[in-house]
Each structure stands twice: as structure tokens, then as C-alpha cells.
């Protein structure tokens, strides 16, 4: 199982940005798909997930504003867009695959996602 992720972003306050996470090695549609992220300094924040087979998705109070998930059965790949970008946004993102009990097992390597003037 592999989930790999797009690279580091630059963007400025106000932007949008769109974060990819491929995955490889087990059948796609079986497992929801979480992301995550993790601020400088701070914890991990979970944003919410989505179902990659009919694109249910369950959102974090704090993302429901301004944060989509989609999923490409096509080739395997959910996405995460996050608009309106403020300085806060600035961290880590994580995509992780679900493991049905709230565990992850397998996660990707991290997007870096900076939004500076």
C-alpha cells in the first residue's frame, strides 16, 4: 500500500491551493481516505475524510468553509482543495487511509503547503 503525495506549495493569503494524494496497492474504493494536517508547532488537526466509491464526505467544523475533498476512481487519487488561504493555513498536510476502527496505517509523506505575502 502506497499513498503518495504531491509537493510543497507556495501561495498567497486569498488563493487557493490543491493537494493530491495517489494511492497504489489495495483496491481504492474498500477504504475512506482522511487528511490531516499539522502547523508548525502544533498538533495534528483532523480536517475530515471522504469515501473514495460514492464521495461521501465528513468535514472538520473548522473546514467546512473553505476545504473540498474529491476522489478520481479513475486513477485512484483523492484531492484536497483549500480556498481562500489565510497564514494559518500554513502546514503540513497528510493524507491517511482509514483503517475502519479511527487507526491509519499507512499515510503519505506530507505536503508542505506555506501561504506567505
Known amino acids: 500500500v502506497q499513498l503518495v503525495q504531491s509537493g510543497a506549495e507556495l501561495r498567497n493569503p486569498g488563493a487557493s491551493v490543491k493537494v493530491s494524494c495517489k494511492t497504489s496497492?489495495?483496491?481504492?474504493?474498500?477504504?475512506?481516505i482522511d487528511w490531516v494536517r499539522q502547523a508548525p508547532g502544533q498538533g495534528l488537526e483532523w480536517m475530515g475524510r471522504?469515501?473514495?466509491?460514492?464521495?461521501?464526505?465528513l468535514y472538520a467544523q473548522e473546514s467546512q468553509d473553505r476545504v473540498t475533498f474529491t476522489a478520481d476512481t479513475s486513477i485512484s487519487t483523492v484531492y484536497v482543495e483549500l480556498s481562500s488561504l489565510r497564514s494559518e493555513d500554513t502546514a503540513v498536510y497528510y493524507c491517511a487511509r482509514n483503517e475502519r476502527v479511527g487507526s491509519y496505517n499507512y499515510w503519505g509523506q506530507g505536503t508542505q503547503v506555506t501561504v506567505s505575502s
Open positions: 496497492g489495495y483496491t481504492f474504493t474498500d477504504y475512506y
Open positions: 471522504i469515501h473514495p466509491e460514492d464521495g461521501e464526505t
